[in-house]
């Protein structure tokens, strides 16, 4: 199912919105970098992103080192090359943000 990418204006305001977060040098994703006292807290973090993930259905691309844990959030039902940066970015990430 197709899903609208945000317009410039959409994304500037989004980014306005959101602290923490960066938009990706082609404005088709977002990204965040956060870091934790130790593996454990990291570890129980993703798990919590991971529920709120699949209650969204809406996945992020993620990676773990220890105690950091970077996140990027773009959706690939956004027609034409694939991905752009939709509403469903914004929720998730505004979710994530809830967590801490």
Known sequence: MAVAELTDAEREAVMQELTGWGLRDD?????????????????????????LAEKQDHHPE??????????????????????????RDVQLAKAIDALL
């Open 27 to 51: 404005g088709k994703a977002i990204h965040c970098r956060f870091e934790f006292q130790d593996f454990v807290g990291a570890f129980g973090f993703m798990s919590s992103v991971a529920i």
């Open 62 to 87: 993620w990676f773990n080192v220890y105690n950091k844990v970077e996140v990027t959030l773009t959706t690939h039902d956004v027609p034409g090359e694939g991905s752009g940066l939709s509403q």
